[in-house]
């Protein structure tokens, strides 16, 4: 069963930057549309941004807008999230999420069916 590996997290200052990674376990799967989530104590889960198979549609949720990017590299099975300007609202485990089913860049969870095991980002102020 291919995995989805979490990397980058931490405890960084308000206005600081932040690069999570995500990469496949497995060199021969190929992840489709790819997403981040979060979610913070005591709240839902929610959607952050994501990125289709090629790249050319990316969604990001209104509260990050301007501030992260989503970016992949297929021959590396990876995804990446830059959190430029973090906030302490930011502070939440983050997960990343592949679909197995060809879909554009969602924001519903649903969507997605790989998960990874989750990457605690602390945002102080």
């Known amino acids: 069963q291919v995995q989805l590996l979490e990397s980058g997290g931490g405890v960084v200052q308000a206005g600081d930057s932040l690069r999570l990674s995500c990469a496949a376990s497995e060199r021969s799967f190929t992840p489709l549309a790819m997403a981040w989530f979060r979610q913070a104590p005591g709240k839902e889960i929610e959607s952050v941004a994501a990125?289709?198979?090629?790249?050319?549609?990316?969604y990001f949720a209104d509260s990050v807008k301007g501030r992260f990017t989503i970016s992949r590299e297929n021959d590396k099975k990876t995804m990446v999230l830059l959190m430029n300007s973090a906030k302490p609202e930011d502070t939440a485990i983050y997960y990343c999420?592949?679909?197995?089913?060809?879909?554009?860049?969602?924001?519903?969870?649903?969507?997605?069916?790989?998960w990874g095991q989750g990457i605690q980002v602390t945002v102080s102020s």
């Open positions: 999420a592949t679909a197995q089913t060809p879909i554009n860049a969602s924001g519903s969870s649903g969507s997605y069916d790989i």
């Open positions: 990125i289709s198979f090629t790249g050319a549609n990316k």
